[in-house]
C-alpha cells in the first residue's frame, strides 16, 4: 500500500497531465487533434499555476483548528514529521514545513501541553540509515528541552504508521487524553481522519499554510511557478485521504 500511494501520486499530479498531453500534441499527427492537445496544455498550466485556483481549493480543503480552552495543559502534543529532512551527507536539515517544529516548541514553552511526541522515520522508498524522529531528537537537546517531556518515535513512514506507532508509545507512557496534534494546514484533514479511525482523541493545531490565508489581489491572476508546486502537496493528501479512507485500523 505504501509503494502503491507513491506510483499512484506521480500518475495524477497536475504536472504529470500537463505533461502527458504536450507530449500528446507534439507525437499526433492529426493537426486538428495536435492543436487541440496544445490548447488543451496551455489552459492546463495557466489554471494549475495561478493562485487563484490554489487557494480557492485551499479554502474548501481546510480543516479548522479548534480553540484551545483556556487554561488547559494538553498532556501532550503530537507533531508528525515532514519537517526535517535529509542531506546527502545523512545528516538533517529543517526543511520548508518547519513551522511544525515552531509550533512544538511555542505550546512546551508557553505550558499548553507537557510533552511532545515526535513521530516520524525515514518515508523515502529505499531507506537509509537516516530517521528524522531521531534527528529531532537530537536538536531538542540543543535547546535543552528536557529529556523527560519528549517522546520519540523514529520508525514510521507514512500517516498511518504515524498514527499506529504514537499509540503504543502514548499508552506506554499512560498519557490521558485528548493531545494536540500538530502537522501541516494541507495535511491536517488526512491526519485527522486516520488518528480518528486509529481511536486516538486529537485536536487539531494546523500550522505552516500555504494557500488560502492570503488577501485575493490581482496577483492572484498572474500565474506563479510555485503554485504548481503547492499542488503537488495537494494532490498527496488527496491521495493520502483515499488511501486512509480504505485502509483497515
Same mark, same amino acid.
Given at each position: $500500500?505504501?509503494? #502503491?500511494?507513491? #506510483?499512484?501520486?506521480?500518475?495524477?499530479?497536475?504536472?504529470?497531465?500537463?505533461?502527458?498531453?504536450?507530449?500528446?500534441?507534439?507525437?499526433?499527427?492529426?493537426?486538428?487533434?495536435?492543436? =487541440?492537445?496544445?490548447?488543451?496544455? #496551455?489552459?492546463? $498550466?495557466?489554471?494549475?499555476? %495561478?493562485?487563484?485556483?490554489? +487557494?480557492?481549493?485551499?479554502?474548501?480543503?481546510?480543516?479548522?483548528?479548534?480553540?484551545?480552552?483556556?487554561?488547559?495543559?494538553?498532556?501532550?502534543?503530537?507533531?508528525?514529521?515532514?519537517?526535517?529532512?535529509?542531506? @546527502?551527507?545523512?545528516?538533517?536539515?529543517? +526543511?520548508?514545513?518547519?513551522?511544525?517544529?515552531?509550533?512544538? #516548541?511555542?505550546?512546551?514553552?508557553?505550558?499548553?501541553? &507537557? !510533552?511532545?511526541?515526535?513521530?516520524?522515520?525515514?518515508?523515502?522508498?529505499?531507506?537509509?540509515?537516516?530517521?528524522?524522529?531521531?534527528?529531532?531528537?537530537? @536538536?531538542?537537546?540543543?535547546?535543552?528541552?528536557?529529556?523527560?517531556?519528549?517522546?520519540? *518515535?523514529? @520508525? &514510521?513512514? +507514512?500517516?498511518?504508521?504515524?498514527?499506529?506507532?504514537?499509540?503504543?508509545?502514548?499508552?506506554?507512557? !499512560?498519557?490521558?487524553?485528548?493531545?494536540?496534534? %500538530?502537522?501541516?494546514?494541507?495535511? $491536517?484533514?488526512?491526519?485527522?481522519?486516520?488518528?480518528?479511525?486509529?481511536?486516538?482523541?486529537? %485536536?487539531?493545531?494546523?500550522? !505552516?499554510?500555504?494557500?488560502?490565508?492570503? =488577501?485575493?489581489?490581482?496577483? &492572484?491572476?498572474?500565474?506563479?511557478?510555485?503554485?504548481?508546486?503547492?499542488? *503537488?502537496?495537494?494532490?498527496? *493528501?488527496? %491521495?493520502?485521504?483515499?488511501?486512509?479512507?480504505?485502509?483497515?485500523?
Amino acid at each position: $500500500m505504501f509503494i #502503491l500511494s507513491k #506510483l499512484l501520486l506521480i500518475a495524477i499530479l497536475p504536472f504529470t497531465w500537463i505533461i502527458v498531453v504536450f507530449i500528446g500534441a507534439l507525437v499526433t499527427k492529426n493537426n486538428r487533434l495536435h492543436k =487541440k492537445l496544445l490548447f488543451a496544455g #496551455l489552459i492546463l $498550466m495557466y489554471l494549475f499555476s %495561478v493562485p487563484l485556483l490554489l +487557494n480557492t481549493y485551499a479554502k474548501l480543503w481546510r480543516y479548522p483548528a479548534a480553540p484551545l480552552k483556556n487554561n488547559k495543559v494538553y498532556s501532550c502534543a503530537i507533531i508528525l514529521g515532514g519537517f526535517g529532512s535529509e542531506k @546527502q551527507d545523512s545528516t538533517g536539515y529543517f +526543511n520548508g514545513a518547519s513551522d511544525r517544529f515552531i509550533q512544538a #516548541l511555542k505550546l512546551k514553552a508557553t505550558g499548553k501541553a &507537557s !510533552h511532545l511526541l515526535i513521530t516520524g522515520g525515514n518515508a523515502s522508498i529505499t531507506p537509509d540509515g537516516f530517521s528524522e524522529g531521531c534527528w529531532v531528537q537530537g @536538536q531538542l537537546k540543543d535547546l535543552n528541552v528536557p529529556d523527560s517531556s519528549v517522546l520519540i *518515535e523514529g @520508525q &514510521s513512514r +507514512n500517516t498511518i504508521e504515524n498514527a499506529a506507532y504514537t499509540k503504543k508509545l502514548l499508552a506506554a507512557r !499512560h498519557l490521558p487524553p485528548p493531545y494536540l496534534l %500538530v502537522t501541516s494546514d494541507f495535511h $491536517m484533514r488526512r491526519a485527522m481522519l486516520i488518528f480518528q479511525k486509529s481511536g486516538i482523541d486529537v %485536536v487539531p493545531y494546523p500550522c !505552516h499554510y500555504v494557500a488560502g490565508v492570503e =488577501k485575493q489581489g490581482l496577483y &492572484s491572476l498572474l500565474p506563479a511557478a510555485e503554485t504548481l508546486h503547492f499542488w *503537488e502537496l495537494y494532490t498527496k *493528501e488527496i %491521495v493520502g485521504y483515499v488511501v486512509a479512507a480504505l485502509h483497515k485500523y
